[in-house]
Structure formats: structure tokens, C-alpha cells
T-cell receptor
Framework: AQRVTQPEKLLSVFKGAPVELKCNYSYSGSPELFWYVQYSRQRLQLLLRHISRESIKGFTADLNKGETSFHLKKPFAQEEDSAMYYCALTPGAGSYQLTFGKGTKLSVIP | EAGVAQSPRYKIIEKRQSVAFWCNPISGHATLYWYQQILGQGPKLLIQFQNNGVVDDSQLPKDRFSAERLKGVDSTLKIQPAKLEDSAVYLC????????????FGSGTQLSVL
């Protein structure tokens, strides 16, 4: 069975400090990994996906198949980054049958 | 573009009552998903539609939950009868056919079962 683990429920960092949100997964095949974000009073939305290899709002995530991890990183946190972050995976088939982690709430302290 | 529309925004019912949620996906999106998000958890997939056909409903508790997308556009999710553990946010999401396109979520319906 596939599983996504986000070990931290809450992560607090100071503005300007580096951020790393951890995500580990278990899946026997070659999944596609995503990070979704939910800002206060807004809808869940895609932040980035590993196949795009792009940086969104300064965030990056590298898929490490050996460690089965997909950690989300940003070198300098901003107050507007405060939000709920969910790591998710979908099997290597053409659908969004996503398995989500429990989420990490990021709080950036001014 | 208009987003995924869901209604009602909130619903409070007593256990053993029935409830229905409605979703209107983004125009042209053939694929529609219903997710259940219990407080403190990530969303959990309930059912996937492709046009008006069910692709996967393996995680839908079929003894009490049902969903339909009769004309391949709007969808309804029903719970009958509701249990206390059904209290959650029910999210609808839609996308084009291929996974290369983004998935868009609605605002959700927050259900409280008393």
C-alpha cells in the first residue's frame, strides 16, 4: 500500500531563515510526487510537482528515490509562506488518485 | 477562469440523517474527484469519475455513500445515513484527462454530524 509521511505537524521558523518540510513515501513503483499548499481561507492548490523540476515561490523539492523522500525547501522564509503544506503521491498512471500526508503547518515568525 | 464550485459551504446534521453535496467542475474538465478530509488528516480519495463513468470507487464506503455524475458535468455525493465519523470537509476536484494538466480543488463542504 502506498503511504506518505510528514513527520512534523507544526514547523515554526523566523523570517529569513531556511525552511525544510520533510516528506517520506512508500510505494513499490515509480510514483509522481507533489506538494500542495493551503493558505488561510483559500483552496488547496498545487505548489510544485517533481516532474516539473521548477522552483515556485522560491520553493524546490528533489525526489530522492534511494531515501524515498521529497523534502520541500526554501532558503529564506517569508511571512506569506505561512500555510498548511501537504505532500502527496500518485501512481505512475494517468490520474490524480492522490495519497496525501497529514500535512505540516508552517508558521513564519516576523 | 471560474473555479470548481461546491455547495453548500457548511452543513450540520444529526446522525442517521441524510445529506447531499454538489460539485460543478471547471468547464471542459472530464475528470472529477471527491476527497474526504477529516480534521488533522490529509485528503483521502473517495471516488474518481471520467466523464459520467466511475473510474475508481474502491475507497468509497458504499453501504452509506453514493455518488453520481449523470451528464458528465455536475456531480453529487450523498451520505445516507450519516455517522459521527463522517464529520469532515468534502472536497471536489477536477482536471483535464491527462495528468500533465493541473488538478483544481473546490472550497469544500464542511459537514458536522451531531
Amino acid at each position: 500500500a502506498q503511504r506518505v509521511t510528514q513527520p512534523e505537524k507544526l514547523l515554526s521558523v523566523f523570517k529569513g531563515a531556511p525552511v525544510e518540510l520533510k516528506c517520506n513515501y512508500s510505494y513499490s513503483g515509480s510514483p509522481e510526487l507533489f506538494w500542495y499548499v493551503q493558505y488561510s481561507r483559500q483552496r488547496l492548490q498545487l505548489l510544485l510537482r517533481h516532474i516539473s523540476r521548477e522552483s515556485i515561490k522560491g520553493f524546490t523539492a528533489d525526489l530522492n528515490k534511494g531515501e524515498t523522500s521529497f523534502h520541500l525547501k526554501k532558503p529564506f522564509a517569508q511571512e506569506e509562506d505561512s500555510a498548511m503544506y501537504y505532500c502527496a503521491l500518485t501512481p505512475g498512471a494517468g490520474s490524480y488518485q492522490l495519497t496525501f500526508g497529514k500535512g505540516t503547518k508552517l508558521s513564519v515568525i516576523p | 477562469e471560474a473555479g470548481v464550485a461546491q455547495s453548500p459551504r457548511y452543513k450540520i446534521i444529526e446522525k442517521r440523517q441524510s445529506v447531499a453535496f454538489w460539485c460543478n467542475p471547471i468547464s471542459g474538465h472530464a475528470t472529477l474527484y471527491w476527497y474526504q478530509q477529516i480534521l488533522g488528516q490529509g485528503p483521502k480519495l473517495l471516488i474518481q469519475f471520467q466523464n459520467n463513468g466511475v473510474v475508481d470507487d474502491s475507497q468509497l464506503p458504499k453501504d452509506r455513500f453514493s455518488a453520481e455524475r449523470l451528464k458528465g458535468v455536475d456531480s453529487t455525493l450523498k451520505i445516507q445515513p450519516a455517522k459521527l465519523e463522517d464529520s469532515a470537509v468534502y472536497l471536489c476536484a477536477s482536471s483535464f484527462v491527462t495528468r500533465e494538466e493541473k488538478l483544481f480543488f473546490g472550497s469544500g463542504t464542511q459537514l458536522s454530524v451531531l
